[in-house]
């Protein structure tokens, strides 16, 4: 079989991470082709994979223009610029993974959708953590009867304080109207989770609170700066980016999150000042322009009565190493971070732990999420491959349904009331 020809759209961090699937697996995945207006990235990709001069482009759109010349297309662009892509390059007869989330509404999230079917192409939804191996040790377990009925769900995700003080509050998430509400950007991962994990029945109802807590002007110390770098109580800051990104790059760290805020190579100490004194990451927390929630609750109602609650607290000491309970008629699971699940049985009121496999370092590289990112790139491949489109656990109709209820947990809490979801998945 000839390798998969893919198309990346938008060569950020995450454009980058699945393209390097090919570097591992040239048989199976050959990257021909990349748009991205910063140039920069686009070369990088270029060099590391070959790709002809001629399949460069600035803008997803140019691309879509031309005659369809690979397989499929990756779209990672941001979160506001997902549905044009996604619908050209359908139309166009390409297979498409496309990053979380699908879209930032409801309308666009429907148009992806009924245009990839129309033209009877793959779709993946980046939902990353179905492909991890605990969310798949946890669904094999409830699948296996061992904690009888599920009743009731109770999932934490930690965003960890800096994580949100860097991508919330200074970065490219901090704003909804210029990317998404924080529940969709962060969290349409754990509703789809909690979809999954009680497959087969449907939520009917949703209700949800949250709030934008500590990082508003109004808590702003006195004598702080608006830069980092000018602050004369910055020591006492624990969301300083000088202790966000000043120690890692002191300590060889230049990853993530010191390549978003350097994104040129080669990344020191020089480049990194400069870019905290005039760029979005050298900016007071407390002086931003960022509006997105920092922690928010829902409630979920299933029909046959089951019960959920997500919840997602920023100020935490894990960074997104969600903590999950399941309970059931029979026993109870837990898990933390990457596991194990622990499973207690009330009839033998004894625990098991239950290991959970973690992906080959060598086929995973570079590419985090502990192993899901590559697993779910290598499930994409296989499906564009073999026309199977089973090797994708998240189908468009399924990734449809969670995005709805999102975007009905988030009308339930800015009308503050309890939001009614239909058979379809519409809501009111
Ligand atoms: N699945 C996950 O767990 C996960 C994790 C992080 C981010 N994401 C999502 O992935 C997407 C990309 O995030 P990222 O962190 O890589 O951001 P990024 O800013 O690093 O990358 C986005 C890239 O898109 C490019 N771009 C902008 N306009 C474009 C255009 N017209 N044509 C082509 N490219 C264009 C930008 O220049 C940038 O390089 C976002 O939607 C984000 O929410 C998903």
């Not at 040239?26 to 990235?41: N, T, Y």
């Not at 080959?360 to 290598?378: T, W």
Request: charged content about 20%; some cysteine; glycine content about 8%.
């Amino acid at each position: 079989m000839s390798p998969v020809q893919v198309l990346i759209i938008g060569a950020g961090v995450r454009g980058e991470t699945y393209a390097q699937y090919a570097l591992n697996y040239s048989e199976h995945l050959q990257v021909v082709g990349v748009a991205d207006p910063r140039l920069f990235r686009c070369k990088r990709l270029q060099q590391l994979y070959n790709i002809p001069a001629g399949n460069v482009f600035t803008d997803w759109q140019e691309a879509a223009g031309r005659e369809k010349f690979a397989d499929c297309v990756v779209i990672a662009t941001p979160d506001q610029l997902h549905k044009g892509p996604a619908v050209a390059f359908a139309d166009r007869g390409y297979h498409i993974l496309l990053e979380k989330p699908m879209a930032v509404t409801e309308e666009d999230c429907r148009e992806i959708v009924s245009a990839c079917e129309r033209n009877n192409v793959i779709l993946s939804v980046c939902h990353v953590l179905r492909y991890y191996s605990p969310v798949q040790k946890i669904k094999e377990l409830i699948d296996s009867g061992a904690i009888g009925e599920v009743v009731n769900i109770h999932h934490m995700e930690p965003v960890g304080f800096w994580h949100f003080a860097h991508s919330f509050v200074r970065g490219n998430w901090r704003n909804t109207t210029e990317s998404s509400f924080s529940l969709l950007a962060k969290c349409c991962h754990d509703v789809d989770l909690i979809r999954y994990w009680l497959s087969g029945s449907r939520c009917v109802k949703v209700s949800s609170f949250g709030s934008l807590l500590h990082f508003t002007p109004d808590n702003k110390p006195a004598g702080a700066a608006s830069r980092c770098l000018d602050c004369q109580v910055e020591s006492t800051c624990p969301y300083s980016a000088k202790k966000i990104y000043v120690r890692r790059v002191e300590q060889g760290q230049t990853g993530w999150p010191v390549s978003v805020v350097c994104p040129k190579e080669p990344v020191d100490i020089e480049s990194l000042t400069e870019a905290l004194r005039t760029g979005p990451y050298g900016r007071c927390v407390y002086d931003c322009d960022n509006d997105v929630l920092s922690n928010q609750v829902v409630n979920f109602q299933f029909e046959g009565g089951q019960t959920a609650c997500l919840n997602m607290v920023t100020f935490t000491q894990e960074v997104g190493e969600r903590q999950t309970r399941i309970s059931g008629t029979k026993g109870e699971l837990r898990c933390s971070g990457a596991g194990p699940v622990y499973l207690y049985d009330f009839l033998t009121q004894e625990e098991t732990k239950h290991d959970c496999e973690a992906a080959p370092s060598s086929s995973v590289g570079d590419m985090p999420h502990g192993g899901a990112d590559f697993f779910l790139m290598d499930a994409f491949v296989k499906a564009v491959q073999s026309g199977n489109q089973s090797h994708i656990v998240t189908g468009p109709q399924d990734t449809l349904h969670s995005h709805l209820l999102v975007f009905a947990a988030e009308q339930a809490r800015l009308q503050d009331r309890v939001i009614k979801i239909h058979q379809d998945g519409s809501y009111s």
